[in-house]
């Protein structure tokens, strides 16, 4: 696992706050690979989930930090989404 999909995965998980989130999703980086987010928790993978959201390294960290709103870079064509929107949605409100 490189530093950069690390850090993503404390990143959300520090989001979380121990939450557990209802549902699967994943987040693809660009050239970096893959998180999972699910009842579970947060891990590095490629499993198949519910809703794929996919995005540059810029994008993802800057939606992680919260400068950036997830709704704001999907309208804008930063985050794509391919899979069940109201997944997607819930992920949303739950790392805001």
């Not at 794929?52 to 709704?71: K, M, R, Y």
Request: aromatic letters at 4%; a negative charge; zero cysteines.
């Amino acid at each position: 696992m490189t530093d950069i999909m690390a850090h993503a995965v404390e990143a959300i998980e520090k989001k979380l706050e121990g939450t557990v989130f209802d549902g699967s999703a994943k987040f693809e980086i660009e050239g970096q690979g893959s998180v999972i987010i699910d009842a579970s928790g947060v891990r590095v993978s490629d499993d198949e989930t519910e809703v794929t959201l996919s995005a540059n390294l810029e994008t993802f960290q800057e939606i992680l930090e919260g400068d950036l709103d997830s709704t704001a870079a999907f309208m804008t064509g930063r985050l794509k989404l391919d899979g069940d929107m109201s997944t997607a949605m819930r992920l949303a409100s739950v790392l805001s």
